[in-house]
């Protein structure tokens, strides 16, 4: 498996900073669940552990998805894009996927001249990271 990795990672083109984009998209329904990033080692461990692991640009720091939620995204597959320069991971969503208690990350429109909010949260932020 080692060697898979390795070379899976030699076709990923990291920017200067040493990240690439992740799209995760839940495998069977195609859902577009939300954008993070990657680093060699995110990308490492995920492929190893079978789990998404992700670059915190904020805290500097690996994350892997629900450590501190129990949101957990199961990798089914990662797939690199035709420049090398995304990646896309299918994963098994357990719960939500956004920080917010919502499903996905995408819950904002643009119609005509407003913004509007298109999904509620299902879940309290608070509970999902035991505050308050």
Same mark, same amino acid.
């Given at each position: 498996m080692t060697e898979a !990795? +390795? &070379?899976?990672?030699? +076709? !990923? #083109?990291?920017d200067r900073d040493g990240l690439v984009p992740a !799209?995760?998209?839940?495998?069977?329904?195609? +859902? !577009?669940?939300?954008?993070?990033?990657?680093n060699r080692e995110a990308v490492r461990l995920t492929l190893a552990e079978g789990r998404a692991c992700y670059w915190s640009?904020? &805290? #500097?720091a690996l994350w892997r998805k629900?450590?501190?939620?129990?949101? *957990?995204?199961?990798?089914?597959?990662? #797939?690199?894009?035709c420049d090398g320069d995304t990646l896309l991971l299918l994963v098994d969503q357990a719960g939500v996927a956004c920080h917010t208690g919502?499903?996905?990350? %995408? %819950?904002?429109?643009?119609r005509g001249e407003a913004v509007e909010t298109i999904a509620a949260p299902l879940?309290?932020?608070? *509970?999902l990271y035991g505050e308050g």
């Open positions: !990795i +390795e &070379r899976a990672l030699d +076709e !990923i #083109r990291f !799209i995760a998209q839940q495998h069977d329904s195609g +859902e !577009i669940l939300m954008l993070a990033w990657m640009r904020s &805290r #500097r629900g450590e501190t939620s129990g949101q *957990t995204q199961r990798l089914v597959e990662l #797939r690199i894009d919502r499903r996905n990350c %995408f %819950f904002q429109a643009v879940v309290d932020p608070k *509970t």
